[in-house]
Structure formats: C-alpha cells, structure tokens
C-alpha cells in the first residue's frame, strides 16, 4: 500500500487485481485521479463510498488465501468478546506506559546504552501475543520489552533487567536489547537484526520434531518472530524463509513495518517489488512458498484477526506466514536517535492512529467496557509501572561472584589448572575472582 | 610383562618406561602384540569411527539430530553420516539448504528448546558464513540470558590444509573461534579420540566446536566401545619423554610422530602432547611436562598470527617461565594463503624436517641414548 497520500482511493485495492498505483510522485499529497473503470470495482468490491478513508475498510491485503474482506467490513457484532477486549487494552496500554517510563528513567540516569522503545506499536505486540499459549515462543529483536511484557514477563523483572539490576530477567547480564525468559518462552532479545529469526526458526522445528520424531501428537506450539523493515534486507531473513517453508514450520514471521530503520527510510533501501510503487514485504512470501498479508499494525483488532488466522494455520501443520504490519514508532530509533529526518507530517498522520484510542472508543461504541471499566484498567497499570520502578530501586547489583557463573552451562568449560582441578573448583570462581585462562 | 605394558600403552593409558626399556611409544606396540590385537577388534577408518559416535549417540538420545549439507542423502560429504538418515529418518538427519548461518541460527533454537543438535559445516571454513551465530548464539546466549538457556550444540566439520584444494578450503578456524567466550574447541587426531571425544561433545552441555581434519578421515585405528566417553578438557600424552615437550593437535600429530622417529635414531628422547582442547587447554598435563623437560615445541597448522600456539605460548610464559630454560619455539603456518601449487602448499605448513631441526636447536647436540 501507498504510504504517501491519505486516504488515496488506491489503497483500498487487493494487490490481486493486479492494479498499480498510477505514479504518485514523492512528496505529492494530492489525491490521485482514480480512474472510473476502477471506481465502480471499488464500490462493488468493498461496498464504500470511493476515496474516503474510514477505520472500517478492511485494510488486509493478502497475496494468497484473501481475508474474507466484506464479512468483517460489515460486522455489526463486535469482533472480540469483553475480556479479550481489556486483555488487549489492559496490554497495550502496559506496553505504551512501561515504554513511556523507560524514557523517564533514561534520562534520569537509571538505565544506560542502547535503548529502544516501542511506543506506538503495541497494536502489533498485543494483537499477535496475547493469542499466544504459554508453551508457544516468542522471539524479536532489540525493540523488545513490549514483547516480553505481551507474553507475560512481569514488569519488575524487566525493568530490574533495565536497571543492571540482579533480580532482572537476565540477572542483569541482557539488559534492554536481550530480554529472554524461559519460563514464559521468551527467546530473545537481539541486538544483531536478523540474528533471531533463524533461532525462532529453531524453536518452532523443535515443535515439529516433538511431533513427528518424539510421538508427541500434542505438540504443536508455533514460534513468532518480530522484527523490521530493516530486517528484511538481511540474508537470514531470507535463509529463514526458504528453510521455514521447506520444512513447513510452525513459524510466523511478523514484520512491524514502520518505515524506518534508524535513518534509512525503507523506501530507500528496499528496492520495489516488480510493478508497484513502493517496496512491499509481504509479496516476498509466495516467492518462497507461503501466504503474505499485509495488515494495519495501528489497528490491534485487525491483528489479532491476522495472526489468529496465520496461528491456526501453523498449528495445523500448513506451515509459516508472512504478516507485514504497517505501523509506526512515535519516539525515534533509540533514545539517542535526535529523530531529525522524519517529516512532522508523518509524525502527525500516525499519530492520529494511535492504537489506543482506536480500541478504547471501539470498546466504548461496542459496549465491551464502561469508561469507568477503562479507567480501572489504566489505574492498574500505573500501578503495576510505578511498583517495577520501586522493585528495580530496591533491587541490588550483581555481585562480582556473577561475573564467571553462567558462561557455561557446565562449569567445566573453563578446563582444568596446573594443580589439576577444573578451574570452576578453584577459590575465587564463584566469587568471580579466579582466573579462567 | 613388556607385552602386556605395550598393550596398555597402545590401549591409551600413560605408562613409564621401565627400567631397562626404551621409552614406550604409545602409538607403536610391539608387532606380536599389534597382530593379537588386530585379531581381537577391528580396525577402522576415522570417519566410520565418527559415524559410529554419532550413531551410538542418536540410538542413545532421541532428542539428538543432525544438521547440515548433504549430511542425508548424501551421506556426508566425508561419509560420516552415511546411511543414517535410512535409520533415523529425513528430519532426525536433516539435508539443509545452503544456508550456514541461517541453519546454524536453527541450531541454535532447537538446542535452546531441548534438541541436541550436531550441526555440519561441509569444510570449517564454511563456518565463517555462520560465524554471527556460533559467537553471538552459541557462544554468548547462556550467559546473556543470565543462564536461562543452555546451547548445548556440536558443531563439527573438516578443516585444516588438504591436498591442493585452494586457499579457501584450506582454513584453520580454531584460530578464529578460541576468542569467543563460551565455546569449548575441540580438535581429534586418532580414530580412538575422534569417536570417545565426539560422543563426549555430544552429551556435553556446552556449546562445543569439534575439529576434524580433511587430511585424517582414512586413518585406521582401534575405536572404542559405546561406553568409551573421552575427557573434553584433557590433554593426550602421546609419548612421554625428558628432552623437549611438544605440543601439538589434529594432523600436525602425525607429522611431530614422523619427526620423532628420526628424532630417536639421532639419540632424542621428545615428549609428545596433543592438546585436543584448544580451549580450554589442559594446564595440568602441559605444566607437568614443562616442568619435567623445561623446553616446550609448539607444532601446529594454524597461522602463526593469533593461533592457537599464540594463546599457548602467552600462558606457558606467563605461568611457567621460570620453569623454562629455553624460549618457547612455535611452528606455525605461514601467514599466507594456502597455495594450489604442491610446493607452496608444503612451504605454508609445518614438515617435519623442521621439527626434528627445532628440537636439535632446543635440545642441544646429540644426547647419549637414554637408559
């Protein structure tokens, strides 16, 4: 889909028409001319009036297996029940707060390096995440506390990780970009794009191995993997593509498109998928064998109507899916980023579709929640940011006796002194004193 | 009772010359007792003993797979893993696209979420392609999950120089992986050690690195039985001795063996060790053979710049230098590209001839044969 104009009537078409923007310049808002032939199919195929923009138009677009457009287009009936509503809303609103205070705890000196919040994204993380079972495994990149507070990573041991602290999900040894918990499934944390997704692609082979080396016909946990435009320039993406529809895997790869990787804007460092205007991700499925989708990543109910789809399929042993979510971060790339090439209008444009409000006034028009039901689900989470906080504080440091502990899982890795001990029965090993080599 | 010594000796076990006695050579038995032997167990090729450990292991574990190029169907471009996919199945022997780092990153994952995985590299060299995966991945991903996850993967394949097979398919990576924190180097030589080792690396928790040589695949040898587990972290006394210890690994063992049976007739009395851990190394066994000799040889077939001898050099001085009485002497490869041509090729790695002239150097003149 076109990016550059607003509500351009273009936008609305499925790519299976084979129909191509006709040319619009860069930097041009104008609206296209919409040519009439084009104009009738709109309105016989998604029943609205042409060239205007409404939350309701179905914006997925999948290259094979369509969403059924005109069903969920016209649904009266609320797409999800109340309690998956305030899952959803209780999460993203987590994720939104829990980055907001990072910021807050950044420049006050509590957390250092490479930061990078996910502020506006959490349509993504909410959408897929939170129809994950716990046995199912989730694995992203740098941009990824939201993804580990989704799959159920409490926020204290986040923000204690954040913190260097000892109680953290790491023991502090991650911080912000290796988020890992093995009790929720939480594989990563990357700081190298691209260096994850084969790791996810672990994950779900392991699935499939259970069920059909081990015998175990209940295994059928799937992997997801998140990460960006920038991502999708690297070779293991496509190595991990390749590989997950040969094997047929139950993996689904997420991309969270939002147009920017650090300052390269994607237009410039992808090139165009033959015949359109702009460099489209999820074309590149079919070429490797799987569905590609492409899905409004502000809007957390079209998501989750995307991944539940994409989740079964994987369950049912059909194989991986390609899910590019348009979506956007409003801070920059990292709180070191001056954010300085992103035009204001852009900013604004995104903005405007912050997915919160989008589900709290769909919530409110559906009768899934009170705004008293609303305010209670904030409240909490206030509560929940402000004691991770308090916890991270009041943790205390590693110890020095850390430092050599967890670089093997035995011990014995670190070989054998001259007085032919292992080095790890030597005084001064757990206390992080020894010397290893 | 020389007999039954010389079989314990050939069997492995470190064992002193008795008084009287030359000094036993562990690889070279008396011929009666070679020909017993011979007629009790059979000998093998290094590549069927490979086989065999991973067979036994893969029969033993079921969450054991393989994973790599040509490692099913094909059997293994060396043969050592030949028919396994028959016995085990497509998934549990997996033909994998060209794709290292994509398939080393699988690996990775599904040694994460209880598999063990043997991954093949179709030559080291290979391997820098996977290069993001073995150091950020394998190596590091224990510790920076603060010990959540364990990786415990083998990642084996032949390297060293061949016979004129070009610069790229001639590499020496243990020098390239020691630094990565996290991963245990591993480097076999005999068909004994080849399949007690690897069977050990398999079961290890440890991410392990397992050196294979390109060169050694046909060696015949004795291998152990399915209980037969070698030590990861232990050194191998090949030859015990007073003059000079020699540190070596992989096929530079063989060419030091070579040396040495000229190094004998001139009146030497070498003692001969192979590493096999490249990383750690065995500080016990190599710090009792300086302090016995006080000169140490280090003969191996990676570079000189940044090998392996580099690393053991720098820990020999830095731990036993008033041990030594001579400076450390490193035969190493030169710092060039391997070369197609035959000659060049010889140029660039150690020969024995040169062994045999650094233990003269070291030693001393001719020394009296020794009681």
Redesign the interface.
């Known amino acids: 889909m076109c990016r550059r104009s607003i509500g351009c009537a273009h936008c609305s078409y499925t790519s299976s028409l084979g129909y191509s923007c006709p040319g619009v310049a860069p930097g041009d808002t104008a609206r296209p001319k919409v040519p009439a032939r084009m104009q009738t199919m709109l309105k016989q195929r998604t029943g609205l009036r042409a060239g205007q923009a409404s939350r309701r138009v179905m914006k997925v677009r999948a290259v094979a297996a369509p969403v059924k457009t005109a069903a969920t287009a016209a649904a009266k009936t609320p797409l999800v029940t109340p309690e998956a509503a305030k899952d959803l809303y209780y999460d993203m609103v987590l994720g939104r707060e829990f980055e907001e205070m990072c910021a807050q705890m950044y420049y006050r000196g509590k957390m250092f390096g490479f930061v990078h919040l996910y502020s506006g994204q959490e349509a993504v993380s909410s959408g897929v995440i939170r129809l994950l079972r716990p046995d199912d495994h989730v694995v992203s990149t740098y941009r990824d506390h939201v993804h580990a507070l989704s799959k159920g990573v409490p926020a204290r041991e986040v923000m204690a990780e954040l913190f260097g602290k000892k109680t953290g999900c790491c023991r502090g040894q991650g911080g912000s970009m290796h988020m890992f918990s093995a009790k929720h499934n939480v594989l990563g944390g990357y700081a190298f794009i691209g260096e994850g997704i084969p790791v996810g692609l672990g994950a779900a082979f392991q699935s499939k191995y259970r069920r059909d080396v081990l015998g175990d016909e209940k295994a059928d946990s799937v992997t997801c993997s998140f990460f960006g435009d920038g991502t999708c320039n690297v070779g293991q993406f496509y190595e991990s593509l390749n590989m997950a529809a040969l094997y047929k895997l139950p993996h689904i790869f997420v991309v969270e498109n939002n147009l920017w990787a650090i300052g390269m804007s994607h237009l410039r460092a992808t090139s165009r998928t033959s015949g359109d205007n702009d460099p489209h991700i999820y074309k590149k499925g079919p070429a490797f064998g799987m569905p590609g989708v492409l899905v409004d990543g502000m809007d957390v109910l079209k998501v989750r109507q995307v991944a539940q789809e994409a989740i079964e399929r994987a369950r049912r042993g059909e194989g991986p899916t390609l899910i590019e979510a348009e979506t956007y971060r409003f801070r920059g790339h990292s709180l070191a980023d001056p954010d300085e090439l992103r035009s204001k209008e852009e900013k604004a444009r995104y903005q405007a579709r912050d997915p919160i409000p989008q589900l709290k006034s769909y919530m409110l028009e559906h009768g899934l929640a009170t705004e008293a039901d609303i305010k209670e689900l904030e409240a909490k989470v206030m509560e929940v940011v402000e004691d991770s906080v308090k916890f991270a504080e009041e943790s205390p440091k590693p110890e020095r006796g850390q430092l050599l502990e967890n670089v093997f899982a035995d011990p014995r890795g670190f070989g054998i002194a001259e007085n032919g001990l292992y080095r790890y029965q030597q005084p001064g090993f757990s206390s992080g004193t020894a010397i290893v080599s | 009772m020389l007999a039954s010594r010389n079989v314990r000796a050939a069997a492995g076990a470190r064992v002193a010359a008795a008084p009287g006695q030359r000094a036993i050579l562990a690889a070279r038995p008396g011929r009666r007792t070679l020909i017993a032997a011979k007629a009790q167990k059979k000998e093998i090729m290094m590549w069927e003993a490979l086989r065999e450990a991973i067979d036994e292991e893969m029969e033993r574990d079921?969450?054991v797979?393989v994973m790599g190029e040509d490692v099913g169907h094909y059997g293994g471009s060396y043969k050592c893993t030949l028919g396994l996919y028959k016995k085990y199945?497509d998934?549990?022997v997996?033909d994998?696209?060209i794709?290292e780092?994509?398939?080393?990153?699988?690996?990775?994952?599904?040694?994460?979420?209880?598999?063990r995985p043997i991954v093949e590299g179709m030559n080291m060299g290979f391997l820098l392609l996977a290069f993001?995966?073995i150091s950020?991945?394998c190596g590091m991903?224990?510790?920076?999950?603060?010990?959540?996850?364990?990786?415990?993967l083998v990642v084996r394949g032949p390297g060293g120089v061949g016979r004129q097979l070009g610069a790229e398919h001639s590499q020496r990576l243990e020098s390239y992986f020691q630094s990565i924190?996290?991963v245990?180097l591993v480097a076999c030589s005999t068909v004994r050690n080849s399949k007690a080792l690897l069977k050990a690396a398999i079961r290890?928790?440890?991410p392990i690195i397992f050196f294979e040589h390109v060169l050694l695949y046909n060696v015949k040898g004795e291998a152990g039985g399915a209980d037969e587990v070698a030590c990861?972290?232990?050194a191998e006394v090949v030859r015990e001795g007073t003059d000079v210890s020699i540190f070596t690994y992989s096929r530079m063992r063989y060419v030091v063996m070579q040396a040495v049976n000229d190094l004998v007739k001139k009146g030497y009395n070498p003692e001969v060790i192979d590493l096999i851990?490249l990383?750690?190394?065995?500080?016990?066994?190599i710090?009792n053979s300086i302090k016995k000799t006080r000169k140490a040889i280090i003969v191996e077939e990676c570079m000189k710049t940044g090998g392996i001898g580099a690393s053991l050099s720098a820990?020999i001085n830095e731990?036993l230098f008033y041990e030594l009485d001579h400076e450390v002497i490193r035969l190493s490869s030169q710092d060039v590209p391997t070369a197609y041509a035959y000659e060049l090729e010889a140029a660039t790695i150690v020969q024995s001839s040169q062994v045999v002239e650094a233990v003269e150097r070291v030693v001393g003149g001719r020394v009296a044969a020794h009681a």
């Open positions: 079921p969450t797979c199945g998934m549990r997996l994998t696209p794709c780092n994509g398939f080393m990153g699988m690996g990775v994952g599904a040694a994460m979420t209880g598999l993001n995966q950020n991945n991903l224990h510790y920076t999950s603060g010990g959540q996850f364990k990786t415990p924190p996290g245990q290890s928790d440890n990861l972290e232990r851990s990383k750690p190394f065995d500080m016990e066994t710090s820990v731990s």
